[in-house]
């Protein structure tokens, strides 16, 4: 990207321009080329996937860029308000608008550096992990031994594995009785279910479902802990219905994400597409696309962005909240043993999305781009410092 209008730019991102550099950057926002840049830009960074600020500057940021999309479309009232002419607000109101919806952070180089004490000769990779079957009598069956394109008939079920998806299907010999079994993944694994009926179900690390050998004719019903995304099969005659807890998630074909990890405090449904209903033992309610509830000790609902909700599905972190919450997703994904919190952490928070394809260190040091936050890894410990 040109130097002078990255600075620029930059400078109105942070509300540090004159007047005369304000003008100038106006000025060039008229010329097709620093719009093509810029779009450059935007793409490499989204390839990259590394972006992080804390919350008060994503907020500035986004308020920034939202002020230059008005002035972009704005009609001049006087001729001391300078404006874009029609043939070039096209492409730089697409321009902005990609940052805003982004909320990518291209201009790393002007935040805190790293802090070089993070023991990066030191590393915590992440684990392997693995996924498991435990059967109704017990008997468990690693799933990572089943090659692809393997079957395997065990204890009323026909197991199979299809590039990375598991399936099974009831054996025509299997019991009228209904029998549970449980798939379990462990830190630093997922893992993706076929049911019987084609409902689909991806299970994010340390968590684990209980679903029957066969679902009966009039209802098809599942127990989670942890997280996972359903894809549901419609049956308007046998409504889905996931068990959490004390909440059920009852649907008849649609997509969501359930999170009910037993270390934290609320159990949150995201809709995806279609309806559910969600029930708690206080009330029930019915979600619209792209709403979430929060059953704890009320049941509460509230707007949400899914595809932060659903990024551990897509490879990614998406950070936005406080950096004890965010070590607690870290250690779901890498081998850490202990945490060790040192300082005023209560009201530091981060906002940051960051691929789940790198190292421990990796993370940590973008992490100490957000600000006055230092992190040390002694052996399978980490270290926080604000």
């Given amino acids: 990207m040109n130097k002078t209008f990255e600075q620029l730019l930059d400078g109105y991102l942070t509300d540090t321009l004159s007047a005369q550099e304000l003008s100038t950057f106006y000025d060039m926002l008229e010329n097709p080329d620093h719009a093509a840049l810029l779009a450059a830009a935007i793409d490499q960074a989204a390839r990259e996937k590394s972006f992080v600020g804390n919350v008060d500057q994503e907020l500035g940021r986004r308020q920034s860029l939202e002020r230059l999309q008005a002035r972009i479309h704005a009609t001049p009232s006087s001729p001391n308000i300078h404006t874009l002419s029609p043939g070039r607000r096209w492409m730089a109101a697409a321009t902005i608008a990609v940052l805003i919806a982004a909320g990518i952070y291209l201009w790393q180089n002007h935040a805190r ?12 990779a992440a684990v392997k992990g693995s996924a498991t079957l435990t059967l109704s009598n017990g008997t468990t069956i690693s799933l990572d031994s089943l090659h692809n394109g393997a079957t395997v008939n065990s204890h009323g079920l026909q197991l199979s594995m299809q590039n990375g998806t598991f399936s099974y299907n009831p054996d025509s010999d299997t019991k009228t009785d209904i029998t549970y079994h449980t798939i379990s993944t462990s830190r630093g694994r997922q893992f993706i279910l076929t049911l019987p009926d084609g409902s689909t179900v991806t299970l994010n690390a340390s968590s684990q479902i209980r679903f029957p050998a066969a679902f009966p004719k009039n209802k098809r019903e599942v127990e989670i802990s942890g997280e996972a995304y359903f894809d549901i099969a419609k049956n308007a005659d046998a409504p889905f219905i996931v ?144």
Avoid: C
């Fill in 243 to 386: 068990s959490a807890g004390d909440v059920k998630v009852q649907v008849l074909g649609t997509s969501f994400n359930v999170k009910a990890y037993t270390d934290e405090a609320n159990i949150a449904t995201t809709l995806v597409s279609g309806a559910v209903r969600v029930s708690s033992p206080q009330k029930s309610i019915v979600l619209e696309p792209g709403q979430q509830s929060i059953a704890g000790s009320d049941l509460a609902v509230r707007n949400v962005d899914i595809s932060e909700t659903i990024a551990w599905k897509e490879g990614r972190f998406e950070f936005y909240g406080n950096i004890k919450d965010i070590m607690t997703q870290l250690q779901r994904w890498y081998d850490i043993s202990t945490v060790e919190y040192q300082g005023d952490i209560a009201k530091y928070e981060v906002a940051a999305t960051i691929s789940r394809s790198k190292k421990l260190s990796e993370v940590l040091e973008l992490l100490e781009k957000t600000g006055n936050i230092h992190f040390i890894i002694e052996g399978n410990k980490v270290i926080v410092k604000i």
């Fill in 113 to 124: 550096p790293a802090n070089k004490a993070l023991a990066t000769r030191q590393d915590i």
